[in-house]
């Protein structure tokens, strides 16, 4: 059972523009989220989190948005740029419970 | 600082062998988190260790093991191997218990032939 969706594969934009990447979970418990970043032949980096109290958490050009009645979190980039193209995974957390992730979305940013 | 190390980078076995795999946490982090990453299934969660103890498990079969050491090195073992074994398998650390932020290593790279 696939309790984290990211729900898009695969995702272009042209640079300078804005992307959207969506993630939408199952649980109502989940109370922490987080974006990670992963380009290939390196492991996933941590970009931004989000605990379930807030709506909306921003770092630079980087910023998360919590929709809890609609169990829907997006990570919005701006303005997009070449190096933001990776695979992009979200993931939920309830308490100390494991961490659990979506399939990803391989963002690429077009020149 | 340095950061997570996993050993080895790239590993090719054949059906029914067995791997260790290992990982070297950040210092002074004593937790440490198992994941396999397949196209199109993202990042599974293993399980995860701190202290030596396991504190959260997956839900892999019980081919699947791990083991922490007091220096909180820890090693994943994979005993008879199959084909659908073939993976990335990711190391995780974090400060302490719990699964919130984490610092990845780059992974093995598992091919089961």
């Known amino acids: 059972d696939q309790q984290v969706k990211q729900n898009s594969p695969s995702l272009s934009v042209q640079e300078g523009r804005i992307s959207i990447l969506n993630c939408d979970y199952t649980n109502s418990m989940f109370d922490y989220f987080l974006w990670y970043k992963k380009y290939p032949a390196e492991g996933p980096t941590f970009l931004i989190s989000?605990?379930?109290?807030?709506d909306k958490n921003e770092d630079g050009r980087f910023t998360v948005f919590l929709n809890k009645s609609a169990k829907h979190l997006s990570l919005h980039i701006v303005p997009s740029q070449p190096g933001d193209s990776a695979v992009y995974f979200c993931?939920?957390?309830?308490?100390?419970?494991?961490?659990?992730f979506g399939q990803g979305t391989r963002l690429t940013i077009n020149p | 600082k340095a950061g997570v190390t996993q050993t080895p980078r790239y590993l090719i076995k054949t059906r029914g062998q067995q791997v260790t795999l290992s990982c070297s946490p950040i210092?002074?982090?004593?937790?440490v988190s198992w994941y396999q990453q397949t196209p199109g299934q993202g990042l599974q969660f293993l399980f995860e260790y701190f202290s030596e103890t396991q504190r959260n498990k997956g839900n892999f079969p019980g081919r699947f093991s791990g083991r922490q050491f007091s220096n909180s090195r820890s090693e994943m073992n994979v005993s008879t191997l199959e084909l659908g074994d073939s993976a990335l398998y990711l190391c995780a650390s974090s400060l302490t218990e719990g699964l919130n932020i984490q610092y990845f290593g780059a992974g093995t790279r598992l091919s089961v032939l």
């Open positions: 989000i605990s379930s109290i807030k």
């Open positions: 993931g939920a957390s309830q308490g100390a419970q494991k961490l659990v």
């Open positions: 210092s002074g982090h004593r937790s």
